[in-house]
């Protein structure tokens, strides 16, 4: 059986254990998770944009019936709440963060990206977590599309880093030349946030980790 590049597949019988994070409890079903309400998708108004220090100072815009034209890629991977619930192994649909950063490059001295949602939640992240080849913007997950809940029409899963760090309903990207916090990392959550190495909170931060708080 093939593996999966780089990814956390469940193999039948294997431990699900083995695979938390430190911290972490596997979670029956997909708990909702989220400050403030649920937006209402409305189609003609929605649009995907890339914006900030794109490599040819343009911004870029799909509307939805574009960017639902983008390739589709899946992606199967974990998501790792702070709260410290975990589900694993989910299959998310829908278009890599690679495709994007393909069509709408970033200049040469952007170092990070702010992922952009309804409601102005946002999350910041290095260039390089957001250019992972399992980094996606997922339209669906286990094969069907995403339920308002969790995050429709799209959503980002960024499966090696903290679940916060993947905003539903996001509408858009800023490639930034410098790091800047988002919602949660002002709000006393870990800058990075690497499940892996538990960076849970910004009082963890070492040097280097984040902007002054
Ligand atoms: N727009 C938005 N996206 C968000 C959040 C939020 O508050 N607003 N919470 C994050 C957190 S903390 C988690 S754990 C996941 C939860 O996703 P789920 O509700 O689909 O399980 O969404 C993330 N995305
Ligand atoms: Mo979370």
């Given amino acids: 059986m ?13 431990s699900a254990a083995s695979e938390l994070p ?3 409890r596997l979670q ?3 708990p909702v998770t989220h400050y403030g309400p649920v937006p209402r998708f409305k189609p003609e108004r929605w649009e995907f944009r890339v914006f900030g220090a794109t490599a040819d100072g343009d911004k870029r815009c799909w509307n939805h019936e574009e960017f639902s034209a983008l390739p ?6 974990d998501l790792h709440c702070v709260t410290k619930f975990s589900m694993l192994g989910a299959e998310w649909g829908g278009v890599l963060a690679r495709t994007i950063l393909e069509l ?29 080849e399992q980094t996606i913007f997922a339209t669906h997950k286990d094969g069907e599309p995403l339920t308002a809940e969790h995050g429709f029409p799209l959503r980002l899963v ?14 858009g990207v800023e490639y930034m030349a410098a790091d800047r916090r988002g919602f949660w990392e002002e709000r006393g959550y870990h800058n990075i946030g690497d499940p892996w190495r538990e960076q849970r909170y910004s009082y963890q931060e070492e040097p280097g980790d984040g902007p002054e708080l």
Avoid: C, I
């Fill in 2 to 14: 093939g593996q999966p590049e780089g990814g956390a597949r469940r193999e039948e019988g294997a």
């Fill in 22 to 24: 430190p911290g972490q």
């Fill in 28 to 30: 029956r079903g997909w």
């Fill in 72 to 77: 589709f890629a899946t992606v199967v991977a």
């Fill in 104 to 132: 709408a490059p970033p200049a040469p001295n952007v170092t990070h990206v702010m992922v952009w949602a309804e409601y102005g939640y946002s999350a910041n992240m290095r260039l390089s977590d957001f250019a992972s």
């Fill in 158 to 171: 960024v499966p090696h880093l903290y679940a916060w760090k993947g905003p539903k309903w996001v509408r």
